[in-house]
């Protein structure tokens, strides 16, 4: 039985490393649960330690990478959780090829921009890598040796060098509930 506190919903956060993914989905997923509605996060660093071991930084490996977050985020969407996804996810192509396998499910997505500037990311430096790459000791660091194609036209963007963490997570939660509740109003429509 369906009902409004269990529709799934996908939020793809892409941006550099360091922009703030990470914080704005954790922060997210902790509002939902706290509201009743069932949350997991799927991050490029988790992702990277386990199912995704076996994949390095080439275009065709993040693709890769890309399409196993889509394929597990869809996944637990169709059972009602709402899943917050933080990978770079450098290519615009790869990023649209898994909203369009999503919303094909009929499930709500979203991408979610989380903007900083190169060199706000590389001041924040969070594990140390922006260093570690302009030193030559990590090749092709997206940003620095590799592209990262930011979105034309995302549903949401965070500037999370211009707004604190509370108000780049409202406008994720607030972007998610309106698309939820949209769906929802989509399913009695049609029962
Ligand atoms: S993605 O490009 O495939 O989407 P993903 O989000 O999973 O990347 O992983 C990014 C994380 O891997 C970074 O936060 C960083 O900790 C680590 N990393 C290691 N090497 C690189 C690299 N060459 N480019 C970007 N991130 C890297």
Redesign the pocket.
């Known amino acids: 039985m369906q009902n409004d506190s269990n529709i799934g919903a996908v939020a793809w956060l892409?941006g550099l490393?360091?922009s703030g993914?990470s914080t704005i989905a954790r922060a997210a997923a902790v509002e939902l649960s706290r509201k009743g509605i069932s949350a997991e996060i799927l991050?490029?660093?988790a992702?990277?330690a386990t199912i995704?071991r076996d994949?390095g930084?080439s275009k065709a490996?993040?693709d890769e990478?890309?399409r196993r977050?889509g394929y597990m985020a869809a996944m637990l969407a169709r059972n009602g959780i709402v899943v917050m996804v933080?990978?770079?996810?450098?290519y615009r192509a790869a990023r649209d090829e898994v909203r369009a396998q999503i919303e094909k499910d009929g499930i709500p997505f979203l991408e979610v921009f989380v903007n900083a500037p190169l060199s706000i990311c590389e001041s924040r430096d969070p594990?140390g890598?922006y260093g570690k790459?302009r030193r030559g000791e990590?090749?092709?660091?997206?940003?620095i040796?590799?592209p990262y194609e930011p979105p034309f036209c995302p549903d949401v963007e965070c500037r999370t060098d211009r707004e604190t963490i509370e108000f780049s997570t409202w406008s994720v939660l607030s972007a998610v509930e309106r698309s939820r509740a949209a769906r929802f109003r989509s399913f009695i429509a049609h029962k």
């Open positions: 892409t490393s360091g993914k991050d490029g660093d992702m990277r995704s994949l930084f490996d993040r990478n890309v977050a933080a990978l770079i996810s450098p594990k890598l790459a990590i090749p092709a660091f997206t940003g040796e590799d």
